[in-house]
């Protein structure tokens, strides 16, 4: 018979997961591995104004909306960060994000370092960053090209993007160099486990901890 795990049913308040790095730094696999590793963890969908890639499914990697939908979420209060990257418009929908953290959900967000210092701003103490470097820019271009999925001007622009992107960071709880990936998502795993065991998320301790001392033995 599987026992229940007693840790995980102790009360304690949704996370607030950021990822962010440059394009190609490998944050996106990390992030897809790490969700399909925990079941207990759900992705931002975030809305963009990029053109959608081939590979991607609209309402499941991104929505996508014109420029004018984007405006119009944006005026009426209903993203919770929003920034230009790349040239494009990319936001966090407030809804589903809120809607998370009411019911102690974690949540993973996909996002840049705009976003990242936004959501600190607003949600302080539930977030938790992480900072993904790539091992070397000549492997983070290597990793755009073999991608091909994107313009050689777009490819360009992320390369030149991303040094801009690294300088931010010091802004992060952690940084993890992705220079294998399953160390890398070992180590993000580890951190997410930690972070989860933190006290002061855990309000659940403190009827926890009472009835072990009222326990008769
Ligand atoms: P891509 O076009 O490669 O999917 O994403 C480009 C960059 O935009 C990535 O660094 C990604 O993390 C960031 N991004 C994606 N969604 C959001 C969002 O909702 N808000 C912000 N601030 N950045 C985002």
Partial sequence: MASQDLTASIRRRGLMLVLSSPSGAGKSTIARNLLKSDPSLELSVSVTTRPRRGSEIDGVHYHFLSQREFERSRETD????????????????????????????????????????QLDEKMGTDIVSIFILPPSMGELKARLMRR??????????????????????????????????????????????AERLRRDRRPGLFDFVSGLLDEKV
């Fill in 78 to 117: 209903g993203l919770l960060e929003w920034a230009e990257v790349h040239g494009n418009y990319y936001g966090t929908p407030r809804e589903p994000a809120e809607a998370a953290m009411a019911a102690g959900r974690d949540m993973l967000f996909d996002i840049d370092w705009q976003g990242a210092v």
């Fill in 148 to 193: 091909a999925e994107d313009s050689l001007e777009s490819i360009e622009r992320r390369l030149y993007n991303a040094k801009l992107e690294l300088e931010h960071w010091r802004e992060y709880d952690y940084v993890v160099v992705n220079d294998d990936l399953d160390r890398a998502f070992s180590a993000v795993k580890a951190i997410v486990a």
